[in-house]
């Protein structure tokens, strides 16, 4: 079993930064990705950024040049820098674990945090 915890969300100003966290802790070794996905209100969720066990990332569109995944192994952690927020970042960001190649598709994810709510306003 794979257990993720996500903390750091919070309400931000427009143009402003925040770091969340995911903390992983189980069989993290039998997973390929960990994930940062978010969902905002009415919309389904969508795939933000993605790091393998190689280093390999991936980010969406939206997040490229704006968002950086880190990860910690001496922490066990996964963290999501967000930089020069805008209001369409809004939402519950979720990390996740996966063993699937098809790491953009919220359905291929077995393992999931229970969200920290990210707010970008002024």
């Known amino acids: 079993q794979v257990q993720l915890v996500e903390s750091g969300g919070g309400l931000v100003q427009p143009g402003g930064s925040l770091r969340l966290s995911c903390a992983v802790s189980g069989s993290i070794r039998s997973q390929n990705v960990i994930t940062w996905f978010r969902q905002a209100p009415g919309k389904e969720r969508e795939f933000v950024a993605a790091?393998?066990?190689?280093?390999?990332?991936a980010y969406s569109d939206a997040a490229k040049g704006r968002f950086s995944i880190i990860r910690d192994n001496a922490k066990s952690t996964v963290d999501l820098q967000m930089r020069s927020l805008k209001a369409e970042d809004t939402g519950v960001y979720y990390c996740?674990?996966?063993?699937?190649?098809?790491?953009?598709?919220?359905?291929?994810?077995?393992?999931w945090g229970q969200g920290t709510r990210v707010t970008v306003s002024s």
């Open positions: 996740a674990a996966s063993r699937s190649v098809a790491i953009r598709d919220p359905g291929a994810y077995d393992y």
């Open positions: 790091i393998r066990w190689s280093g390999s990332i």
